[in-house]
């Protein structure tokens, strides 16, 4: 049940996002202080939830993101209240918050977990698409039906699941490295993900776990603050599964890489100033194309539209104005260990904040799923310890950097400093591949284990998980660490 709008309604809690950081921690609120108020504000008509959840490890962990209509959580807690609105402003000397649609609440502690906004190469271009929320996932979809070339640029998570994921249509990959998935792996990892693109997409055996559901628009004109702009919470990490991402084209995968380039124009064919010269450009199959993608390279691409996958910004509007929140590095709102911002009673989760304590030698915040969860679950903590004044320690999940995906069919797990973040010169790296089936690479300092990526069904989270956390010297073992013929699992045990 929806609130209604009024003058001020005095709440205990009150949590922004309907993402997975939100919905967690308005979750974690709502079962422990089942006689107080607990408000979840979303800009989306959908919430995410986490469903299937595994323990793999001691830190690692597997869930999937299941999006439900606001009515499932408020069923599950009656003091829990879903309003779909963005957030007008925020006075948080005065603990008030407007929203779009006319609330106004005054809480006594308030969790900013608005995520993040994606990061266009070109801003009000209506032939650049970001893909971020289940509406903007919809558009691709629509587009991409008729389309026989779209130019992917980035080389995060989403663009690496895109390549993969397309069919029927030519993929122009342009990333800014000299190789592919360099924010979750090295050279040597692209290289043996690489051929996957020029395979046929096995068949799935399994339908997707998330349930998806369709909404229609309210009488009264509530979610109008998506179509102002304002985005809804993140994808799911399968975002893909379920929804056809087929171009017009016959075929499966059709994909060219451009490395070490990024976008230095857009031009049509009308716009003759910029439009590129005859015999210069590359259109599908030589048909004539009305939009061209001129990269830094000097290649032009001939292109039904762009997907611009660069990254995420924290989306911190507007909560900033008027108030005097701290800002992190990368523009989020900063956080210390009980993630409470350096406005009193705010406190902030996920994407949108930046972690301002100092770090264990073996984590770093990356805006992933993982930590979403992780930090909506700690900041819910963090608010109840505060609420009942008692103490509580960082929680042991930000003592390991950990991360479980799926990239090109493979199953990844990152760990610690897994691409030697931080390391320096002072680190030395042992390497496992069999083509088509595994790639192991440990990270290894002063004869520690701080790191490793694992692609293809190893088994060995579990053994590298602890050997990274027990910080034993394995400088004995040498290379006989990764040997094949050496079960490691066992005689680590």
Request: charged fraction near 20%; include cysteine; glycine fraction near 8%.
């Amino acid at each position: 049940m929806a609130c209604s709008a009024n003058s001020e309604k005095h709440v205990k809690f009150v949590i922004v996002g309907g993402g997975i950081a939100g919905v967690t921690c308005a979750e974690q609120l709502a079962s422990q202080f089942t006689s107080d108020s607990v408000v979840l504000l979303t800009a989306a008509p959908l919430v995410k939830t986490v469903t299937n959840f595994k323990q793999v490890s001691k830190v690692l962990e597997d869930f999937d993101v299941e999006e439900q209509p606001s009515t499932v959580l408020e069923e599950k807690y009656p003091n829990l209240k879903v309003i779909q609105s963005a957030v007008k402003s925020l006075q948080a000397k005065e603990h008030t918050l407007l929203t779009e649609d006319g609330h106004s609440f005054n809480y006594e502690k308030l969790c900013v977990c608005s995520g993040a906004k994606p990061k266009l190469v070109t801003q009000s271009n209506p032939h650049v698409l970001g893909i971020r929320d289940t509406d903007s996932a919809q558009e691709f979809q629509k587009r991409l039906s008729t389309a026989r070339r779209i130019v992917v640029v980035g080389n995060g998570g989403i663009a690496l699941e895109l390549v993969y994921e397309v069919e029927g249509c030519e993929v122009v990959w342009a990333v800014k490295d000299k190789a592919i998935g360099n924010t979750f792996f090295d050279a040597g990892a692209a290289q043996f993900l690489i051929p996957t693109l020029a395979q046929d997409k096995p068949e799935r055996a399994l339908p997707c776990k998330r349930a998806r559901y369709t909404t229609e628009p309210a009488a009264d004109g509530a979610g109008r603050s998506l179509a102002s702009g304002e985005t809804g919470s993140a994808l799911g990490p399968d975002w893909h599964e379920g929804i056809s991402l087929r171009g017009a084209q016959k075929g499966s995968h059709n994909v060219t890489v451009e490395y070490q380039c990024g976008v230095e124009s857009i031009s049509t064919q009308q716009d003759t100033s910029h439009a590129p010269p005859a015999g210069q450009s590359q259109s599908p199959k030589g048909e004539t194309c009305l939009f061209y993608v001129q990269l830094t390279n000097g290649k032009t691409y001939g292109c039904d539209f762009i997907v611009s996958a660069t990254g995420v910004v924290p989306n911190t509007e507007p909560f900033l104005h008027s108030n005097s929140f701290a800002v992190g590095a990368d523009g989020g709102l900063l956080v210390d260990h009980h993630m409470r911002t350096s406005e009193r009673d705010v406190f902030a989760a996920g994407d949108v904040c930046s972690a301002g304590w100092e770090p264990s030698s073996l984590w770093q915040q990356m805006r992933l799923w993982t930590q979403a969860r992780q930090m909506g679950w700690y900041a819910g903590r963090c608010i109840a310890a505060e609420v009942l004044n008692e103490p509580i320690e960082l929680d042991f999940c930000f003592e390991l950097f950990s991360h479980i995906t799926k990239f090109f069919n493979y199953k990844v797990v990152l760990l610690g400093k897994f691409n030697a973040q931080g390391l320096g010169a002072n680190h030395e790296l042992l390497l496992r591949c069999t083509k088509g089936h595994e790639y192991i690479k440990v990270v290894l300092s002063e004869g520690r284990m701080m790191g490793a990526v694992l692609i293809g069904e190893t088994d060995l989270e579990e053994t590298f998980e602890n050997l990274i956390l027990n910080q034993m010297d394995l400088s004995a073992y040498g290379e006989h660490l990764l040997d094949p013929d050496i079960d490691i699992e066992d005689y680590f045990d």
